[in-house]
């Protein structure tokens, strides 16, 4: 089993930066892909990034892509997501997931484990 907790979440300014990280626990963390997802008030989690075992690659969805940066350090057990330019669009609960498969990794079926979220709120 594997337990993740993410930190990092905070209130900003449209414009800002927010750094997110997700621990997790076990020695098997190296084994899984991993994944930040969000989810709005009244709306359906989403993707948001994705980094398969090695941190060599990575893929994000549409809306944070060229502002959003997913990194690994397995030596640490933990995924980070580096937010820049941050909209007011971003509010939400960020989860960070652990997963099986690169190739699904937008699909939160993909993912067995997940941390308890973390709040983002950007400002106008």
């Known amino acids: 089993q594997v337990q993740l907790v993410e930190s990092g979440g905070g209130l900003v300014q449209a414009g800002g930066s927010l750094r997110l990280s997700c621990a997790a626990s076990?020695?098997?963390?190296?084994?899984?892909?991993m994944g930040w997802f969000r989810q709005a008030p009244g709306k359906e989690r989403e993707f948001v990034a994705a980094?398969?075992?090695?941190?060599?690659?990575?893929y994000y969805a549409d809306s944070v892509k060229g502002r959003f940066t997913i990194s690994r350090d397995n030596t640490k057990n933990t995924v980070y997501l580096q937010m820049d330019s941050l909209k007011p669009e971003d509010t939400a609960v960020y989860f960070c997931?652990?997963?099986?498969?690169?190739?699904?990794?937008?699909?939160?079926?993909?993912?067995?484990?997940w941390g308890q979220g973390t709040q983002v709120t950007v400002s106008s």
């Open positions: 997931a652990s997963g099986r498969s690169f190739a699904g990794g937008a699909l939160p079926l993909n993912y067995d484990y």
């Open positions: 076990g020695r098997t963390f190296s084994t899984y892909v």
């Open positions: 980094v398969n075992r090695s941190g060599g690659g990575t």
